[in-house]
């Protein structure tokens, strides 16, 4: 399985926040491109990269997606999410290196935009962010919901052609209290790959996760605060 670290990026800040909540952010550095590199120089091989400023509508961070990878493409690749709701912005991202984009909202509104994105750019180059909130999916940075169960839209997107998802438990991100791995397994029965994100606190989470037979795992607030090191991360993976 994959480990993906998260660089959660807001106003030029690496930031992490509680269940999506613009007003719970707390800011763990000042220069996103030396928090990559601390944790290439640990050994992974995927960052999860979070444009906050294009989630909530404040400009974008694409400028700082192609210096990561001018820097370090060679060495990692990087997952972009975060506010990827029209083709160009996903061709932009994507043109400033990043190897894979997470499409939600657009993706779970309009099927015509996931078919003609994939035949575009291919399966390989997109993930789909399956946010659920009690079971029902979140759009638009987690403030709408759409009435859909997850497992539902899942089903739809795979159908579409959608080969990964990103399943995140809305109310598990950001505090610490472990992934829904129930949840994940559900969806990847379906026929997808799927990394869970939300939630991971301690190494027996990342445990579980590859036990589980998932895709990988997003971790962000748990190895900035120190509760386990990256390199410790890798060993459980």
């Known amino acids: 399985m994959d480990l993906l670290p998260a660089i959660d990026i807001r106003a030029g800040r690496v930031v992490r926040l509680s269940q999506g909540e613009a007003s719970s952010s707390v800011t763990y550095g000042d220069d996103p491109v030396a928090q990559a590199e601390s944790f290439i120089a640990a050994g992974v091989s995927w960052i999860h990269v979070v444009d906050l400023d294009r989630a909530f509508g404040k400009g974008d961070n694409t400028a700082v997606v192609h210096g990561l990878t001018a820097k370090f493409g060679h060495r990692v690749k990087l997952e972009v999410s975060g506010g990827l709701r029209s083709r160009e912005a996903v061709r932009a991202v ?33 993930a789909i962010g399956l946010d659920g909130r009690r079971g029902i999916v979140a759009i638009r940075g987690w403030t709408e919901s759409t009435g859909e169960k997850v497992e539902d839209v899942a089903r739809r997107v795979i159908a579409d052609g959608a080969r990964t ?12 209290n472990g992934p829904d791995i129930a949840g994940a397994v559900e969806l990847q029965r379906l026929g997808a790959k799927v990394i869970a994100s939300g939630g991971v606190s301690k190494l027996d989470d990342l445990r579980a996760v590859r036990a589980a037979g998932l895709a990988g795992a997003i971790v962000g607030r748990a190895i900035y605060e120190n509760r386990f090191t990256v390199a410790e991360a890798l060993a459980c993976c």
């Open 94 to 126: 994507l043109d400033a290196g990043a190897t894979r984009v997470v499409v939600s909202t657009a993706a779970i509104t309009s099927r015509s935009f996931l078919s003609d994105l994939i035949a575009e750019v291919g399966a390989e180059a997109i």
């Open 165 to 176: 998802i990103i399943y995140t438990d809305v109310e598990r991100d950001g505090m610490l």
